[in-house]
């Protein structure tokens, strides 16, 4: 997997999650001033008064995202200046509403689906690389990375947070997730990745939905902020094109880079800031060969099905027909060719033995 802008009181990470988190920095402060209190007693050599915690804080077409909603609270309550917080984590919290043209739940929505990321409540490993996922796919075990901005003409720079920052930024427990990815090695060890994978569905849940969809929610706003990264025109994109970069980005995350052709076009460098709005709402051509460009690519042909709905995206045309959107891309999107080796060699030893013997036929009607 794998974007970043959410502000606590300000994003849209659930309520409940903002509890939870309250109730964790409670309770580290609370056990800093019982401290402080103790040593205050010793040194003036009278009784301190008991320290009183206070109590948890009571708990289609693509739809456009609607500004009125950035008061919504996000994850983690509080300020930006706080000492827990990774300059990456306050950067995914600062994120609002209104810096997306379109809906940030309907990507969740869509994410969730079995024909995208799908939805697993359990720790498992990736089919290529064995590496823990959780939730819609999102990565448990990636460390804070370097991912430096090599297109001169765009001053927005990339974010790659560890596993453990987002897990920070959903509002959830840092002690749980080294709890998940314990009972993952231990799992992976005694199944292997191939056993590993053929229990996913019988997995007793980790997490709560609550929490998958904090993630998920964290994932997709890194997502948004790097592909303002890629690319340099994203705040002139419609609704579904944004999407369509989101989801690239979060379903390639820094391999999105291998996809020169895709970049350069979605690059445009001789329109002025005019022509560029005018190429993104109505040059049908041009979006057309944004869309080949992916088309072509072996991401689109391993992952036909979900390739072809997102590449859809990228039609200027999307928001007034998405099924002809999809079926212009789905009737050219052809899936990849599996190679069988087995197969293969069976066809061999059977042209083999079929031409032996309609060599022999042949020799025996010569004799005759």
Not at 35 to 57: F, K
Not at 114 to 122: D, F, I, N, Q
Not at 188 to 204: H, P, V
Request: proline share 7%.
């Amino acid at each position: 997997m794998h974007g970043d802008n959410n502000r606590f009181y300000e994003s849209g990470l659930s309520e409940n999650v903002k509890n939870r988190s309250h109730r964790y920095f409670v309770a580290i402060l609370g056990a800093a001033a019982v401290l402080s209190g103790g040593l205050r007693g010793l040194a003036q050599d009278q009784p301190s008064n008991p320290v009183q915690v206070p109590a948890p804080v009571p708990t289609t077409p693509i739809p456009v995202a609607d500004p009125s909603t950035d008061s919504q609270a996000a994850a983690v309550p509080v300020t930006s200046d706080h000492p827990f917080l990774s300059p990456a984590v306050d950067t995914l919290l600062s994120f609002k509403h209104s810096d997306v043209k379109f809906d940030v739940e309907h990507l969740m929505d869509i994410l969730r689906d079995k024909r995208h990321e799908g939805w697993v409540l359990a720790a498992y490993p990736d089919p290529k690389t064995a590496q823990p996922l959780i939730g819609a796919g999102l990565s448990l075990d990636l460390p804070a990375r370097e991912h430096p901005q090599r297109d001169p003409l765009n001053l927005h720079p990339f974010l790659e947070p560890s596993s453990a920052e987002l897990w920070q930024a959903a509002g959830l427990d840092p002690a749980k997730l080294q709890q998940i990815l314990g009972e993952f090695t231990e799992r992976l060890t005694a199944w292997d990745k191939t056993g590993f994978r053929r229990q996913i569905w019988n997995l007793e849940p980790q997490i709560t939905d609550e929490d998958a969809n904090a993630l998920l929610r964290v994932g997709i706003i890194q997502s948004i902020y790097n592909a303002k990264a890629y690319c340099r025109n994203f705040d002139r994109l419609s609704a579904s094109q944004q999407m369509a970069m989101t989801q690239l980005v979060y379903q390639m995350g820094v391999n999105l880079e291998e996809f020169s052709t895709f970049l350069d076009l979605i690059n445009r460098r001789s329109e002025s800031p005019a022509e560029l709005e005018v190429v993104a709402k109505a040059d049908a051509a041009y979006w057309r060969s944004v869309q080949m460009s992916l088309v072509q690519s072996q991401w689109a042909r391993l992952y036909r099905a979900r390739a072809t709905a997102v590449i859809a995206m990228l039609d200027p045309s999307y928001m007034k027909n998405p099924t002809r959107a999809e079926h212009s891309i789905g009737v050219i999107l052809r899936p990849a060719r599996v190679r069988r080796a087995h197969s293969t060699v069976r066809n061999a030893a059977y042209t083999k033995h079929h031409a032996s013997a309609a060599h022999r036929r042949t020799a025996r009607t010569r004799k005759n």
